[in-house]
């Protein structure tokens, strides 16, 4: 598995391209929640139809709402990939542990815990 968690700067954009995908072993999965850019959404398209890897899971994209013409859309082994907004991990259940945990978090710093 490769997670990916990196601002996008000169150095990482397209750090991931068809090149890195197919070193990597058939059975990896390739988690991209840094920035759109990092990954070259076209190549990992084409990994994902190739059978390269084994599946990926993206929440940035270089453009953002997803276009209906980006390759990613219209890869043939949909079942190898989950695509979801960047601001997925914002549902209001998220938010109020989130909130929870922040709490319980200085409830114990100031118990000296």
Known sequence: MVSIH?????????????REL???????ILINTGRGGIVNEADLARAIDENLIAG?????????PLPAD????????KEKLILTPHIAWTSV???????DKVYENIVSYMNGD
């Open 70 to 77: 980006n390759p990613l859309m219209h890869v043939n082994h």
């Open 6 to 18: 990196a601002p996008l700067t000169d150095q990482t954009s397209n750090l991931v391209g068809y």
């Open 56 to 64: 990926a899971a993206v929440d940035v994209f270089t453009q953002e």
């Open 22 to 28: 197919s070193c990597m072993k058939n059975s990896a």
């Open 93 to 99: 259940e998220a938010r109020n542990l989130l909130m």
